[in-house]
């Protein structure tokens, strides 16, 4: 079933817009945007009549070609699941995420889930891709997006991450998937092969449904040092400790003795604290 909801009311929508048309001057008139989701994958909500245009905002957002065939499952949900969000006025395509649902044995990020025995295979959901027209961004519809992704991953029971690549000269994305939580895994080298150059890619994973991301061989070795550092001063103290309980009482005082004149003209040797004054003398 195909789904269609606003991510605001209109009247918010074009107050907002309007505000922040009165702060940059980009827009002359107001938008309603309206989000399509799709839960399964018999029915996409990216729609046939959007064919051509997907095909455009994908060449104009993404240094890759992508083949005809990637367009036409998208537009017929042939394997992928994907969300669109869409201008209300003439219902044309403005922003998009693709996904695709994977065998966790068989992806790249395998080695960090933690495999329990279960008659279900676990699963993973895949970006993409995810893009917004550039005149409809700072609107909070690639936030959108990327939640009902979660959402999505998180309604499939045998489903433990959503994971994504992002090429490693893309700053803003970087930062838009740290900021949605997302945990940067690894960098993968040479991962792209773009225009006869190749490109480093950077690889995000978020975990649903009680995964988690394990030690890192450098968080372990930290954890190990920390231990031992704690380890090394609560051994060193407990050694001090011993060693003033073992130091006799008349070299104590013979280091803390101090010498006194009285009025009678006799010197006497005192010490600063009450513990020494057993061996304090008298001398004539």
């Known amino acids: 079933m195909t789904l269609r909801r606003p991510l605001m009311t209109a009247p918010q929508f074009r107050e907002r817009k309007h505000r922040f048309s009165a702060l940059k001057g980009r827009y002359e008139t107001a938008t309603t945007s309206l989000l399509r989701c799709g839960i399964d994958e018999a029915e996409s909500p990216i729609q046939p009549s959007d064919l051509e245009v997907l095909e455009q905002i994908h060449l104009a957002l993404f240094p890759i070609r992508y083949e005809r065939d990637f ?3 998208v537009v017929h949900g042939h394997g992928i699941v994907s969300w669109a969000a869409v201008d209300g006025q003439n219902d044309e395509l403005v922003g998009f995420i693709t996904t695709r649902l994977i065998l966790a044995r068989e992806s790249e990020i395998a080695d960090l889930l933690r495999h329990r025995s279960s008659r279900k295979e676990l699963m993973l959901v ?15 519809i690639a ?6 992704v979660i959402k999505y991953a998180s309604s ?14 893309n700053l803003p994305a ?9 945990k940067f895994i690894r960098r993968l080298q040479n991962f792209y092969y773009i225009n006869g ?3 480093d890619s950077y690889l995000f994973v978020y975990f649903v449904n009680g995964s988690h991301s394990p030690c890192s ?48 003209n006799k010197r006497i040797l005192g010490a600063e604290n009450s513990a020494c004054q ?7």
């Open 71 to 73: 367009f036409l499952n």
């Open 126 to 140: 895949y970006i993409l891709t995810l893009g917004v027209v550039e005149h409809y961004r700072n609107y909070g």
């Open 143 to 148: 936030t959108s997006l990327v939640r009902e």
């Open 156 to 169: 499939i029971t045998n489903c433990r991450a959503v994971y994504l690549h992002v090429i490693s000269y």
């Open 174 to 182: 970087i930062k838009f998937y740290r900021k949605m939580m997302f």
């Open 197 to 199: 150059q190749h490109y």
């Open 217 to 264: 061989p450098l968080n372990i070795v930290a954890a190990v040092a920390n231990y031992l550092r704690g380890l090394l001063k609560m051994l060193a103290s407990k050694l001090w400790r011993n060693e003033e309980t073992h130091i006799p009482v008349w070299s104590k005082c013979r280091e803390t003795k101090t010498l006194l004149v009285t009025p009678n």
């Open 278 to 284: 057993v061996c304090t003398t008298q001398l004539t």
